[in-house]
């Protein structure tokens, strides 16, 4: 056996083994739910998730309030009735999530360049008097000549669409009446689970009457859809397909 090709042996042997242990206990936990429904996880407290961190963002100076004698008002109110509406930690808020994203480019950049170069000596001062100098003479001593070019197309066309609401928990108030949100939907339809998570900032200005708030309006979206289960497994390449696709260099 060669030892390049000994060499492969090893280099294919390590690649498997550094593969299994990074699905080891993924595996494990997908075998042991063999022939069972996946679970929901529990309800938790967003705060309280390790990385959680609180948000922070430019604040303007705070507004002290004052009192009138007399007087039901006080600055920074926004309404005399009391407001229904999510405003303080804790509160629900149901958001509305609105997206319908098309989009088509094309681009396409040709580029082409020709070049040469010659150099040599074919005549001198007194070489019409000297004899056989014609034949001494090196003529052409460099020659070059290239020829470069490219041409390249892309395009994009994508077409998304999504609508669906969530409620979502006030998490935090920041400084300026902002409010910090954050919610999270689990749906079992038989070994499939589909979550849907949505945070982000929001106006209370931009809350309507009814509690809601579109997704448009939220400042720092984040947003994501999509699932785990038996579909989602059957679609996902082996855990040794991904990692070739990573160490592989072609």
Known sequence: MSVTRLNRIVLSGAILSLAALASGCSSIDRLSQIGEKP????????????????????????????????????????????????????????????????????????????????SGITDFVGSKTITQANKILPGRILTTD???????????????????????????????????????????????IRELIVAGIVRPEDIQSDNTIDSSKIAQARIAYGGRGQITDVQQPRYGQQVMDVLLPF
């Open 146 to 192: 290239s020829t470069s070019s490219s041409d390249g197309k892309g395009s994009v066309n994508r077409q998304e669409a999504l609508q669906t609401t969530v409620a979502a928990v006030v998490t935090q108030v920041l400084p300026n009446g902002n409010l910090v949100v954050e919610g999270k939907q689990e749906i079992r339809v038989n070994f499939e």
């Open 39 to 118: 679970k929901l996880t529990e309800i938790e407290n967003p705060t309280t998730q390790p990385g959680y961190k609180p948000v922070q963002m430019p604040m303007p100076k705070p507004e002290q309030a004052s009192y009138n004698a007399n007087s039901l008002w006080r600055n920074g109110s926004r309404a005399f009735f009391k407001d229904q509406r999510a405003a303080r930690v804790g509160d629900l808020l149901t958001v509305t999530v609105n997206i319908t994203d098309k989009a088509n480019i094309a681009n396409e950049t040709q580029r082409s360049r020709s070049s040469k170069e010659d």
